[in-house]
T-cell receptor
């Protein structure tokens, strides 16, 4: 099955700086890579996703890049704000014909005012 | 805005007792998932339903866990008997799927936090 590795496990940045979270996946057939944000005590919510036919996608201050050859994808947050503080999970869709996500272990991002 | 509903939000039980969690997905969502999230880790899939049928339960500890979605709408996840290692957040999620078309997003419920003493 699919295996998703996520780094770092914790990340602290100063407000206004950029944050980068990286993930690798094992199944070369995976073709969908979402990122979820989970605030303390709340449900995970989708913040951005990318499909394997695209190399980069941007939505305001967040962007995701995908390198299919190396089987890794990254989340970039620019101009970080305190409300960006949360746990971020990457995921990869595994299983041809099956819509099933395998999640990374998460990155706890702290934005210091 | 439609949301996935789960209950109870919190459950404390003693080991060897039975527990049950309920999930009501967003109306029209054919695919329903139960994930387990241990503190500090990512969600791990336990079981996936497409309508009333189980698509994947390969990670479900079937000696003590069971899940059903009898009418293809709401779902129940049961643990009997509960063990100390079952303490975790149990997340239900749903997604819309029509035929083979994938629409992307999983919508999660608030989760049911289980503590086994």
């Amino acid at each position: 099955g699919e295996n998703v590795e996520q780094h770092p496990s914790t990340l602290s940045v100063q407000e206004g700086d950029s944050a980068v979270i990286k993930c690798t996946y094992s199944d070369s057939a995976s073709n969908y890579f979402p990122w979820y944000k989970q605030e303390l005590g709340k449900r995970p919510q989708l913040i951005i996703d990318i499909r394997s036919n695209v190399g980069e996608k941007k939505d305001q201050r967040i962007a995701v890049t995908l390198n299919k050859t190396a089987k890794h994808f990254s989340l970039h947050i620019t101009e970080t704000q305190p409300e960006d503080s949360a746990v971020y999970f990457c995921a990869a869709k595994s299983g041809a014909g099956s819509y099933q996500l395998t999640f990374g272990k998460g990155t706890k991002l702290s934005v210091i005012p | 805005e439609a949301e996935v509903a789960q209950s109870p939000r919190y459950k404390i039980t003693e080991k060897s007792q039975a527990v049950a969690f309920w999930c009501d997905p967003i109306s029209g969502h054919a695919t329903l998932y139960w994930y387990r999230q241990i503190l500090g880790q990512g969600p791990e899939l336990l079981v996936q339903f497409q309508d009333e049928s189980v698509v994947d339960d390969s990670q479900l500890p079937k000696d003590r866990f069971s899940a059903e979605r009898l009418k293809g709408v709401d779902s129940t996840l049961k643990i009997q008997p509960a063990e100390l290692g079952d303490s975790a957040m149990y997340l239900c999620a749903s997604s819309f799927r029509r035929g083979q078309e994938l629409t992307g997003e999983l919508f999660f419920g608030e989760g049911s936090r289980l503590t086994v003493l």
